[in-house]
DNA sequence: TTATTTAAGATAGTAATACTATTATTTAAA
DNA sequence: TTTAAATAATAGTATTACTATCTTAAATAA
């Protein structure tokens, strides 16, 4: 038997479920693929259906607008990281060895898990690291935020906090913690690779120098 | 005699130098307007025009396109930040009290420059919050790149790094912490007022708690 | 003063984007 | 076997992101 990972997603997402058919799939993965390639902004429907041979409106009829593809496949990769998350750490009693753990989860390069047929995760990272914040810095964050659109991203930051309160049960700041955690992994790394200049990276490129930093800036700050 | 604060801008920004004109001058203090009221996804040239009472094609000939205007206006603002560091630090001589005053002038919402005519700093520190990484997080950064567009910031981000050596010349990462001081004093911000969950500053909505949250974070990492 | 350059206003036009709508065809469920 | 649902094919619209041209007004130089 076949083991199918599958991540629950939020339904106000998309009008029709991709992960119910062929063309719902596909249009997961060339999204994936697309977004990667060219970025969010040169992304359209009308390209991602080209490159899947199949219709616009055909996309159309799963999601109302890129905005919310994009939403989706992040909410995805969320999802995926919670389980890897919990996975990783399940069995584990030390939060000191478990907070290193997600430092490093959220730090390194990804690799595809092929459990997960249609996505790419080694991608979907990259589009975390460079688009990830677009899908929240918008003017319908409210909205969005009503619709219960970020709550993947909000699961993952209580846990992570609660991995921090683990560690120091009377730090004050465990959820700007963990968010300044899993935003600045993402950032140092952009930087590293677009922006040199702003880190201390800029010769090896190496991701285990940002969990080197982030592991420091972490321990030091919630030490008592 | 009237003393007017001036900030050098890369003139690969734009076509033709909008503090030279009425017209320029206006162009840069609507489209802060109106990028701080509905966001930068929702504001185009043709609404721009049409705010200050002018054409498409006129906007035209000062930018090149929306993506310049915004880099533009931010890097007028991270020129303006550099003053006030400058200005605000001059004669203290105690790197951590340096240190202090950069966390709290990037961490504290700005009042509006008098001195400054056409640009309402309060407003433009909102669109840096929102809009800000939406400067680099495109997939032309490295073009952008070359062409200096990032100096301002760059510029900023070494002055932070030379004030943490001051305070501990043997900390390895001056600015990567730099790079973080900036982009968390925003990010924290920008949670605490719409996704208030990934921060621990919901209640009070205050700014000074970001700040005892990273100075918390800054002096930490960098005490040997 | 007149001639000349320069900026700005007015208007038009185009390709691409972000959709909506309609109809025909295929596939799957009752 | 009938019916419903999903998809493909096609068309069309409003808006966006530009480019081009022509005229007028203002500044400046000869």
Redesign the interface.
Known sequence: MKLELQIKMNPSLFLRDPEQSELGKNIIKHSIQLIHD??F??FTFKKLAESIGSTEAGVYRYFENKHKLLVYIISWYWGWIQFQLNYQTNNISDPVIKLKKVITLLSKNVEDDITTGHVDEAQLHQILI??G??A????H??KD?NQQF?QP??DL??AVGEIILECNPKY?????????II??AH??N??MN??P?????SKSKDESEIIK?LE??VF??I?D
Do not use: M, W
């Open positions: 060219n970025g902004e040169a460079s688009e914040s677009k929240y810095l918008t003017n964050v409210g935020n970020f991203y909000k930051c209580n004050k700041y465990p959820h700007s913690l963990s968010s300044t935003e600045i950032l140092q952009f930087f677009h922006l200049s702003l880190t201390d990276f930093y420091e800036l030091n700050t030490r």
